[in-house]
């Protein structure tokens, strides 16, 4: 049977009880590029991505891997840039008043309306300034959303740098490899607790390597960035 019309396979779902009593960082990935990340007591949803499909065409071939109801209170949601498998208007509808603030890179916020969650937009190495949570770095990757629009949203696409009580967290959402740009963050920021790196797709090569990074460099990323731990993202999660 052609993977098109499977439902997608089932995972065990992530609970609180999973988490040991007294973690301070804690991360999982639960599909694609979203991954629930808990640092003290603030709560981080990195790209939520939470239907079963994406864009109408590209079906999830494995569930997410928590149940939505179960998500605590939220307290920010990072969207690293437009493409329809990163920034899902109906997963943020799913979350409903778990979400209070979404933070986007610059040219992003009016593709999510704002509902019952504010929306800030921010440019490369600010800071949102109410928490100091979420920082943006720079990544090598592309704006467009839609057919032909990438042009017009040049600077649409970044990664975070998450600074809490101590702790620090990179994800660059999705990013082409360039050493020069991507050590920035260990320059500024000195070791990182965690990188939370994208591994795929990366074939064919020629197309995908522009805009994506392979297993082996998102290691030498995260080695870069003298990161304590990795956690690979971004594969095995939708049909394309």
Not at 57 to 74: A, C, F, N, T, W
């Amino acid at each position: 049977m052609s993977v098109l019309f499977r439902t997608p396979k089932t995972v065990h779902k992530l609970d609180r009880s999973d988490v040991p009593d007294g973690s301070r960082l804690s991360a999982t990935w639960i599909g694609h590029a979203t991954v629930p990340l808990q640092m003290d007591d603030v709560f981080i949803l990195t790209d939520p991505i939470l239907t079963e499909t994406i864009g109408g065409s590209s079906k999830r071939i494995v569930e997410v891997g928590m149940d939505i109801q179960r998500i605590l209170p939220l307290t920010a949601v990072l969207i690293s840039h437009r493409h329809m498998d990163h920034l899902s208007p109906a997963s943020h509808k799913l979350l409903g008043g778990r979400v209070s603030s979404v933070i986007v890179p610059s040219g992003v916020k009016t593709d999510l309306p704002t509902t019952t969650f504010s929306v800030t937009e921010l440019q490369a190495w600010q800071v949102r300034e109410s928490s100091g949570l979420g920082i943006v770095v720079p990544v090598i990757h592309d704006g467009g959303r839609f057919v032909g629009d990438a042009r017009s949203h040049p600077d649409s696409f970044a990664g975070y740098l998450i600074e809490y009580h101590g702790m620090k967290v990179y994800f660059p959402g999705v990013t082409a490899y360039r050493a020069d740009i991507l050590s920035n963050a260990f320059t500024r920021f000195g070791p990182i607790d965690l990188a939370i790196m994208p591994i795929c797709p990366i074939v064919p090569a020629e197309e995908m390597l522009p805009h994506h990074m392979n297993p082996e460099q998102a290691i030498e990323v995260a080695n870069l960035l003298h990161a304590s731990a990795m956690l690979p993202i971004h594969f095995e999660t939708f049909v394309n």
